[in-house]
Antibody, heavy 114, light 110 residues
Framework: EVQLVESGGGLVQPGGSLRLHCEVS????????MSWVRQTPGKGLEWVAN????????YYVDSVKGRFTISRDNAKNSVYLQMNHLRAEDTAVYFC???????WGQGTMVTVSS | QSVLTQPPSVSAAPGQKVTISCSGR????????VSWYQHVPGTAPKLLIY???ERPSGIPDRFSGSKSGTSATLGITGLQTGDEADYYC???????????FGTGTEVTVL
């Protein structure tokens, strides 16, 4: 059974940092691009970043460039999202997804507030 | 700001059909395939359609997709109360080098 399990969300003050972790099982992790997608309260889905199988190609949405870093560890079947200089508008449920969404995790909530 | 435009909402009675449009640009729908996702808030989104019209295993044939030029359409026939959700189209934008989701459409079963 394919599973993607996110962790690392929480409440953080503006300007702070969080590191999200997504651990997967049930498929050969190193065969797939991986993505992070978020849904802000009351709004739609927004793709945040993705990373190639070997980590050698990475893309970000403009609003997080320079602040967020996606990475992966194929030995640990894990993908990460390091989020720095967080802003109120980053408040969202963050989903880990295989490719750009053929399989999804349940999401982890990130709240940026003072 | 999303570059894929969808109607905010559609509705129909149980058993009826709805269609959801997705309008984009040459740089996304014009040259890349579209996917469709179903999302019930508070749960994980689900892939309904990929490569414009392909259904993953387990997705009933009540769901169908098509694409022509810079527009795409999701059709849902035999509407059920369990189909109430938000639906999103998505595609890679080769000009922006980002994946773009549509603005989302809320489906209501009357």
């Amino acid at each position: 059974e394919v599973q993607l399990v996110e962790s690392g969300g929480g409440l953080v003050q503006p300007g702070g940092s969080l590191r999200l972790h997504c651990e997967v099982s049930g498929f050969i992790f190193s065969d797939y691009w991986m993505s992070w997608v978020r849904q802000t309260p009351g709004k739609g889905l927004e793709w945040v970043a993705n990373i190639r199988q070997d980590g050698g190609e990475i893309y970000y949405v403009d609003s997080v460039k320079g602040r967020f870093t996606i990475s992966r560890d194929n030995a640990k079947n894990s993908v990460y999202l390091q989020m720095n200089h967080l802003r109120a508008e980053d408040t969202a449920v963050y989903f880990c997804a295989r490719k750009v969404g053929d399989m999804w995790g349940q999401g982890t909530m990130v709240t940026v507030s003072s | 700001q999303s570059v894929l435009t969808q109607p905010p909402s559609v509705s129909a009675a149980p058993g009826q059909k709805v269609t959801i449009s997705c309008s984009g640009r040459t740089s996304n729908l014009g040259i890349n395939p579209v996917s469709w996702y179903q999302h019930v808030p508070g749960t994980a989104p689900k892939l309904l359609i990929y490569e414009n019209s392909e259904r993953p295993s387990g997705i009933p044939d009540r769901f169908s997709g098509s694409k022509s030029g810079t527009s795409a359409t999701l059709g849902i026939t035999g509407l059920q109360t369990g189909d109430e959700a938000d639906y999103y189209c998505g595609s890679w934008d080769s000009s922006l080098s980002v994946y773009v989701f549509g603005t989302g459409t809320e489906v209501t079963v009357l």
